[in-house]
């Protein structure tokens, strides 16, 4: 069983930066796929940005190029930098974690996850 702890969201303004950590306790998490998740007000969950075991990337179209997420399996945490937000950037954030991927394996359904944090918020002003 793994638990996963986001921080590090805030209220900044637009063209700043923000990085959000995950915390994993329970098991390590370098078998994992991970993901960070948002949900902006009145929207479903969607993905904003995925990473495989073996350090494969994808990042949803409107975070391309401004957001960055990494990990570091040695101190189990899950990082995004995000940078040049916007107010469209607001929303709730969680990340998440599969277990049992293989290499290069991404993943973007929310199905496709199986731990998930509480969540931190980002809000985002003009």
Not at 1 to 28: F, H, I, N, P, T
Not at 82 to 96: G, H, K
Request: glycine fraction near 12%; hydrophobic fraction near 35%.
């Amino acid at each position: 069983q793994v638990s996963l702890a986001e921080s590090g969201g805030g209220s900044v303004q637009a063209g700043m930066s923000l990085r959000l950590s995950c915390a994993a306790s329970g098991a390590s998490i370098s078998g994992f796929c991970l993901a960070w998740f948002r949900q902006k007000p009145g929207n479903e969950l969607e993905i904003a940005a995925t990473l495989s075991r073996g350090g494969s990337t994808f990042y949803e179209e409107s975070v391309n190029g401004r957001f960055i997420i990494s990990r570091d399996n040695a101190k189990y945490t899950l990082s995004l930098h995000m940078n040049s937000l916007n107010p469209e950037d607001t929303a709730m954030f969680y990340c998440a974690a599969r277990p049992g991927c293989g290499p290069e394996a991404i993943f973007t359904p929310r199905s496709s996850y199986d731990f998930w944090g509480k969540g931190t918020q980002v809000t985002v002003s003009s």
